[in-house]
């Protein structure tokens, strides 16, 4: 079964200061891994994913992840924190399979104080 | 490039109604997903399609909810009748069966009294 665990159901950053939003995942096989963002009263917006390769992978905003197999986590990262920046964060798993579901974690609030 | 497209984008209706969510999915999309989001239970997969045949409905909360997808284009989700408790935010999303991103639309957000 697969499964995604945000630890932290808030992360608070100053400012210019680097974040990390923490995510680890349970899935058979090789996984499909993703973030995604949502500003208020909104859907979820793509940030970035990882499929294959490269284990950092960059996306929108700045924003970019590791994907670190033996440790099953794939935290999300930015060198300096906007306040704009500020929105809940949901990491996600899925497994290679074709017909497989998309599971999403519990969502980390992100709030940038400026 | 037209998103996925839900409607209504807000409703509030009375207990014991029927509610009926609309879906287009973005074209050239063949899986569909339906996801509910509270505050307390966060965002669940309610059912997903594939080629407009659902896979995995094992999310759907009991035999109120209803989900359908007569076409490529068009999926709805129903419930009846609607409790105060099925009160969330209901979002369609789609993807490429073998592709791997999936995107959601706007959400219709569901009051019941």
């Known amino acids: 079964a697969q499964s995604v665990a945000q630890p932290e159901d808030q992360v608070n950053v100053a400012e210019g200061n680097p974040l990390t939003v923490k995510c680890t995942y349970s899935v058979s096989g090789n996984p499909y891994l993703f973030w995604y963002v949502q500003y208020p009263n909104r859907g979820l917006q793509f940030l970035l994913k990882?499929?294959?390769?490269?284990?950092l992978v960059k996306g929108s905003y700045g924003f970019e992840a590791e994907f670190n197999k033996s440790q099953t986590s794939f935290h999300l990262k930015k060198p300096s924190a906007l306040v704009s920046d500020s929105a809940l964060y949901f990491c996600a798993v899925r497994s290679y399979s074709s017909a497989s579901k998309i599971i999403f974690g519990s969502g980390t609030r992100l709030s940038i104080r400026p | 490039d037209a998103g996925v497209i839900q409607s209504p984008r807000h409703e509030v209706t009375e207990m014991g109604q029927e509610v009926t969510l609309r879906c287009k999915p973005i074209?050239?999309?063949?899986?569909l997903f339906w996801y509910r989001q509270t505050m307390m239970r966060g965002l669940e997969l309610l059912i997903y399609?594939?080629?407009?045949?659902?896979?995995?409905d094992s999310g759907m909360p009991e035999d109120r909810f209803s989900a359908k997808m007569p076409n490529a284009s068009f999926s709805t989700l129903k419930i009846q009748p609607s409790e105060p408790r099925d009160s969330a935010v209901y979002f369609c999303?789609?993807?490429?069966?073998?592709?791997?991103?999936?995107?959601f639309g706007e959400g219709s957000w569901l009051t019941v009294v």
């Open positions: 399609f594939n080629n407009n045949v659902p896979i995995d």
């Open positions: 074209s050239g999309h063949n899986s």
């Open positions: 990882y499929i294959t390769g490269d284990n």
């Open positions: 999303a789609s993807s490429l069966v073998d592709g791997n991103t999936i995107y």
